[in-house]
């Protein structure tokens, strides 16, 4: 049985990216039903753009670390969340958090690790004055649908699709 107190938390540095890139394919192979084609480069520019979120200053990625009982260390999951400024004047508070990314393997689940990760980000928007708080999942990802209902967070919109195939043919 796994023990809690074995995790810790950390914020990530440049040396997790390609962790990062890894856990983000993860989300994204069980999120993707391929009703859109995935570009030839995804991979690439995934990697692009979590190395530039990683520099940005707006953006937090926090670290889920396992520790074994050889005194090894891996990490186990982890949270990308980034604050938006909308400034067209329309909202008293023009900022918002937006938690972008979360996973843990399979193995660490249903021990509130996500639990524990999603609250240090809240607090962390707490301490600056963001008391809006975003996250969007696909509407088959079960996990995502519970874990998020029960983290208190409620479905505010909802994304409506089409694809519209060519008729020509
Ligand atoms: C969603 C996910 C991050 C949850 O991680 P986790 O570490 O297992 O979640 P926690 O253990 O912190 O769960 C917190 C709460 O949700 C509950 N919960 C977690 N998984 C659940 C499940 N499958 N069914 C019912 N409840 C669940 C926990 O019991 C806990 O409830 P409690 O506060 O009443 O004790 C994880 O399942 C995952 O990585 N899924 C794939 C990626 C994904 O879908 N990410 C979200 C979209 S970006």
């Not at 990530?12 to 989300?27: E, M, R, W």
């Not at 074994?68 to 990490?75: A, D, E, H």
Request: hydrophobic content about 40%.
């Amino acid at each position: 049985m796994l023990n809690t107190d074995q995790i810790s938390f950390r914020q990530a540095t440049a040396d997790d990216l390609a962790q990062i890139v890894s856990f983000t394919n993860s989300i994204h192979l069980q999120e993707d039903d391929q009703s859109i084609p995935t570009n030839k480069h995804f991979l690439f520019n995934l990697e692009k753009w979590l190395k530039e979120e990683l520099n940005n200053s707006l953006s937090l990625f926090l670290i889920a670390d396992f520790e074994n009982n050889f005194g090894q260390t891996n990490s186990i999951g982890f949270i990308g969340a980034t604050t938006v400024i909308n400034d067209n004047g329309f909202l008293e508070n023009p900022t918002k958090g937006v938690i972008n990314l979360l996973w843990i393997e399979k193995e660490h689940r249903k021990k509130n690790i996500a639990k524990q990760l999603v609250s240090m980000i809240e607090d962390c928007f707490k301490e600056n004055a963001i008391n809006v708080i975003e996250c969007s999942f696909t509407d088959t990802n079960e996990l995502a649908k519970k874990f998020w209902s029960n983290m208190h967070y409620k479905i505010f919109s909802v994304t409506a699709r089409k694809i519209i195939s060519d008729t020509t043919k």
